[in-house]
T-cell receptor
Framework: AQRVTQPEKLLSVFKGAPVELKCNYSYSGSPELFWYVQYSRQRLQLLLRHISRESIKGFTADLNKGETSFHLKKPFAQEEDSAMYYCALRTGFQKLVFGTGTRLLVSP | DAGVIQSPRHEVTEMGQEVTLRCKPISGHNSLFWYRQTMMRGLELLIYFNNNVPIDDSGMPEDRFSAKMPNASFSTLKIQPSEPRDSAVYFC????????????FGSGTRLTVV
């Protein structure tokens, strides 16, 4: 079965601190992984795709097939990063399976 | 393109009433998805369409829920009769498959059933 696990419901850090949002997946096929961000009462927005290996707003994520992980990282958190972050797995049937999300709170 | 458009933004209804949520996907996208977001369960896929055909409706909670996509530019999600436990934010998303850009989400409809 396809599954995405985000173990932390809430991650609270101070501005300037490093951030790592954890994501683990379970999928027997070749995974496609994404990170979505949802700012307060706004729509979900695509943040990162693993295949593009890009850095968006200072965030990066590396797919580790051995550990079945796709953790989201940023070296120095900013207050405007405070949001809900969802890790998602696209399966062979082209549907996205989301984790339960992690709320990141960056305090001044 | 104005993105994925959902209406209404907010809906408050009484238990037992019929509720219809609407979605206009991005022009040219061939797939449309309905998700429900709650605090307890996060984002759950209810149903998705490809080329206007329902492909997977295994996430539809029960027979009270139904969805249609009569053409490439419009979809509805209907709940009849509505119950308080249906209160949630319902998101519609569209995508062009096969491709690797993920989905584009609408702003959602916040449904409250009292």
């Amino acid at each position: 079965a396809q599954r995405v696990t985000q173990p932390e419901k809430l991650l609270s850090v101070f501005k300037g601190a490093p951030v790592e949002l954890k994501c683990n997946y379970s999928y027997s096929g070749s995974p496609e992984l994404f990170w979505y961000v949802q700012y307060s009462r706004q729509r979900l927005q695509l943040l990162l795709r693993h295949i593009s290996r890009e850095s968006i707003k200072g965030f990066t994520a590396d797919l580790n097939k051995g550990e079945t992980s796709f953790h989201l990282k940023k070296p120095f958190a900013q207050e405007e990063d405070s949001a809900m972050y969802y890790c998602a797995l696209r399966t062979g049937f082209q549907k996205l399976v989301f984790g339960t999300g992690t709320r990141l709170l960056v305090s001044p | 393109d104005a993105g994925v458009i959902q209406s209404p933004r907010h809906e408050v209804t009484e238990m037992g009433q019929e509720v219809t949520l609407r979605c206009k996907p991005i022009s040219g996208h061939n797939s449309l998805f309905w998700y429900r977001q709650t605090m307890m369960r996060g984002l759950e896929l209810l149903i998705y369409f490809n080329n206007n055909v329902p492909i997977d409706d295994s996430g539809m909670p029960e027979d009270r829920f139904s969805a249609k996509m009569p053409n490439a530019s419009f979809s509805t999600l209907k709940i009849q009769p509505s119950e308080p436990r249906d209160s949630a934010v319902y998101f519609c998303a569209s995508s062009l498959i096969p491709e690797n850009y993920g989905y584009t989400f609408g702003s959602g409809t916040r449904l409250t059933v009292v």
